[in-house]
């Protein structure tokens, strides 16, 4: 006679049966991650009609679908990079430092919310955010005390921001009596990302964002040429929330009405192109990630040589740089994380980017830690070294279904591209178009996780058991209140009569409508403060010097 099954039983055998459904593997979505729906399986009829010379060609060949360079890694290996960047100028040197002893090639600065938007620290609203999220860099004397002993002719700092650092850095190599034309480096001058992805029109006008993204490109062009503009921006745009297509569309639609606006002024295409880089992201979709970074080169070469002329390889030939996304990392269990970023990582590469930062598991929570930013620095050098994802040029190459997955990213790509031109740029930002898509987009993202159509371990599916919270990277803020005091200190003892006269240069430049970068190159050097320069810039072009509408303008402007 059998036992009869007791309450106890039946939770147990209910415990049991979720525990196998938690360890479980099963197919949760057939579409990519950016909702391209995929067959079963893929063979010649997919790609047919595909030419090789025409749109594959080998590595290093035009239209460089394959990859930019003949032999890729095997000739050079990508730039490794690890960002830095908290607190005061004293308190990210020191991070520089560290990460440049775990094997970092390259460096990224990121700086902190309120120097990314040029309002200086001591502002009243928001002085107790400074140096919270990225370093604090408001003059030249901050930007001298971070790079004490660096020559950035000899060594290239890579600006993960765009406002207000190129003339920084450019300010404190004049100040230094070095030879622009041998200035290395890279930032990313791309202010009309900034207004769509992390400002707003109060903010970041975009008229005056697109002039400010030209006049920085016509100057770098005519005096910096060793220098590298990370532009488009295209990596926040995708975290923004947009597709892979997205990604290529917006990014494509920023870079040729820059060159379009750039021609008006005698820059050609390969005057700029060639210092030109597009910064993007590396999503969790690896087979849709590797097809973008091919559809992408493809739609530059041809853009460049057919829609602009280019009689030069190097504008053609597209170098990536690259940051494996942040959006993609999530707080529960954040050593997941790392699985994730691997494979972020090694799309990239198979993708054939030229630079590359890995994201930290922790970054959902905090600053990175050291030890987060040693397993990013590793991770790299694991997929360099034991994996072989450096072995050969485009190894996903000639896979039906990546060669297809290529075309449809294009397809997709290059329809978007033609709605937003069909529109006018400026106008789809300005009427809200584009946030609107994007807006659209991150509905539709939160329905399908609300459903449950789209999986992401630990938020909606597989949720873990509360855990004690991980460690936070934290740092000692008495360098942030000398920062401070030192900032405020400057402001009284520079030379005001000089000041005034440069800050009144810059304004009758700004409003003149003439690239207003030399003049505030000059007030920087005069220790203008990047606050008070970009305020000047928009009390010129017909705006609150404080987007805010806090502070008031310390300086009494010229009539013309």
Known sequence: MSKPTTPQDASGAADIAARLEDVSVKLSRTATWSGIETQNSYGPADVE????????????????????????????????????????????????????????????????????????????????????????????RDLEVLLSGID?????VAWHTTMMIYPLVVAMAKKQGRDLSKLIGSHMPDHLQLRLSVGNESTVPTALGHRTTVDCLEYSAKHTPRWSLGCPQAYNLRERGVPASGEIALGMAIVKLTLRDLAARGIGV?????????????????????????????????????????????????????????????????LNNLARATVQTLAALLGGVQSLETCTFDEPICIPTEEARELATRTQQILANEVGAARTAD????????????????????????????????????????????????????????RGDRIVVGVNKFIPKPEPAPKRFSFDPKGMVAHLERFR????????????????QLYRAARSGENAHPAMIDALIADASIGEVWGTVRVASGLSYDPFRIVQSPFTYPET
């Open 270 to 334: 390969d005057q700029v192109a060639p210092s030109m880089a597009w910064v993007s992201g590396s999503d969790i979709d690896f087979f849709e990630e590797v097809a973008k970074f091919r559809a992408l080169r493809r739609i530059w070469a041809r853009t460049m040589k057919e829609q602009f002329g280019s009689a030069d390889a190097r504008s053609q030939r597209l170098r990536i740089a690259c940051h494996t996304s942040g959006r993609a990392l999530v707080y529960p269990q954040p």
């Open 152 to 156: 950035v002719t000899r060594t290239g």
């Open 49 to 140: 009609g595909m030419d090789y010379a025409r749109d594959l060609g080998e590595p290093g060949e035009y239209p460089y679908t394959r990859g930019s360079f003949p032999e890729m890694y095997r000739s050079r290996m990508w730039t490794l990079r690890n960002i830095v960047g908290y607190g005061a100028p004293e308190d990210t040197r020191e991070g520089i430092e560290r990460a440049l002893k775990l094997g970092t090639a390259g460096v990224n600065v990121v700086l902190d919310t309120l120097s990314q938007e040029a309002v200086d620290p001591d502002h009243p609203l928001f002085s107790p955010d400074a140096g919270q999220e990225g370093c604090s860099l408001p003059t030249v």
């Open 489 to 504: 200190a400057l402001k009284i003892e520079r030379d005001q009569s000089v000041l005034k006269e440069k800050i009144g």
């Open 395 to 450: 190894p996903l190459g000639g896979s039906w279904y990546v060669e297809s997955l290529t075309n449809q990213v294009e397809a997709d790509a290059l329809g978007l591209l033609a709605k937003i031109e069909g529109i006018g740029l400026i106008k789809a930002i300005e009427d809200g178009t584009i946030e609107g898509l994007m807006d659209d987009y991150n509905y539709q993202f939160k329905k399908e996780m609300d």
